[in-house]
């Protein structure tokens, strides 16, 4: 027959895995469906990557033009290092973009381009989205490393003393400012996308058929952060869900 000290560690190993289970499932789906995208995404940035621009402008060009067109002058366009790691930063106000988008002469270069300058036009115009999200950066790098520390110390997981409801209500509120950094990312992307497509049509650089290519890969640019702010709030929601049991 068990002690009562043994039943207690017993049932506290059960609760810890009743609680662990969950969250790594949720992990693992969605690590699985991030990838499943990612891979989408880069073969069709490939695909189009062979698929030259009737305007045959490069991905430097087509920025330059789109910035210039929407009168903004005081934003440069420059190459940066690594796949797929084109951005605009609003610090600085540069548009950076890969090599291949930046040299490339195709529909994929096109619509990247365009896309980073869309945010460019969003900041020019003081977007209401993005100054949220630019507004929430300095909470947000801070809560992203410490929400998972503070949690697991609230879950009292790996020998951490049992758990705690306080701390882990304070690690879910900052886990809480990183789901909402990832939903109101959402709507920043999916306009700067839509002013690209927009402007790309408008300005001629990508012809009907090729116009269709560009929405098709910003389309999968843009799915990557959908599954990034569903798989923030399945968390989130599941963090609440163990805190309510626990009070």
Known sequence: MLSEKNQFYLCSSKNEED??????????????IGMVVQSRLKSRFAEY???????????????????????????????????????????????????????????????????????????????????????????????????QWVILIGLG?????????????????LFAMTTLFSVITLPVELDASNRALKWLDTAQITQPQEHVKAKDALKWAALTYVVAALASIAMLI??????????
């Open 19 to 32: 609680m662990i289970f969950p969250i790594i499932l949720i992990s693992l789906v969605f690590m699985v």
């Open 238 to 247: 599941q963090y609440i869900m163990i805190y309510n049991d626990r009070r």
């Open 49 to 147: 990557a062979k698929v030259p621009t009737s305007s045959g402008m490069s991905g430097k060009e087509v920025a330059e033009k789109m910035l210039n067109d929407n009168g903004i002058y005081d934003v440069k366009v420059v190459s940066a290092q690594g796949f797929l790691s084109d951005h605009y930063n609003p610090a600085n106000k540069t548009v950076n973009l890969s090599p291949d988008v930046y040299n490339g002469r195709n529909v994929s270069a096109a619509a990247v381009a365009a896309h980073e300058c869309g945010h460019a036009v969003q900041h020019a115009t003081a977007y209401s989205m993005l100054r949220l999200r630019s507004a929430l950066v300095p909470v947000v790098s801070v809560s992203s490393n410490l929400s």
């Open 157 to 173: 997981l790996f020998g951490f003393g049992g758990g705690n409801t306080t701390v882990l209500l304070i690690g879910i509120i």
